[in-house]
């Protein structure tokens, strides 16, 4: 992928979003959905053969911190085994930020990228929801039924 074709992407992704300046996602690097901020970010010179993703998930109250990094590490279990990404903290602002490398660019369609971010931005949307909750007596089988809405009995080995 260059410069140019990841422009052209990003466009189409914007148009099929119904966004205004189809041209700021593309120059900018800069998507928000459902109120959740997202960086995208292409850099022909440097690395391309990916494009990297921060979704920016927020803050974690100071009373929820502990518990709250400790989800984010059980949730990498399972997002770090199907190499989907990882959570972290954003050094810069202290927000919980969901990082992810898409690859294989070239089979790369719009209409998938678009999919991709709305998911990404419903996954923020459940984590900021369980944030807010007291989290400290839930264990990790419940935060995970929690985050991806399963509301039956689940072994946690077949999500990873």
Do not use: W
């Not at 052209?8 to 700021?24: A, N, V, W, Y």
């Not at 923020?124 to 039956?152: M, P, Y």
Request: net charge negative.
């Amino acid at each position: 992928m260059n410069q140019s074709s990841f422009r052209d992407l990003c466009r189409e992704i914007s148009t099929q979003m119904g966004i205004e300046d189809i041209d700021l996602l593309g120059t900018e690097g800069y998507l928000e959905i459902a109120s959740i901020p997202m960086a995208v970010i292409f850099d022909e010179d440097l690395t391309p053969d990916r494009i990297f993703c921060y979704v920016d998930i927020g803050p974690v109250e100071d009373l929820q911190r502990l518990r709250g990094y400790e989800i984010l590490l059980e949730l990498n279990l399972l997002s770090g085994t199907k190499t989907q990404g990882v959570y972290s903290i954003d050094p810069s602002s202290r927000h919980v930020i969901f990082a992810v490398q898409l690859m294989d660019l070239d089979s790369l369609n719009p209409e998938q990228l678009r999919q991709q971010q709305e998911s990404y931005s419903k996954q923020a949307l459940r984590l900021q929801e369980i944030f807010a909750k007291e989290t400290k007596n839930l264990d990790f089988k419940e935060i995970v039924e929690e985050f991806f809405g399963l509301r039956h009995n689940v072994e946690i080995h077949k999500l990873a």
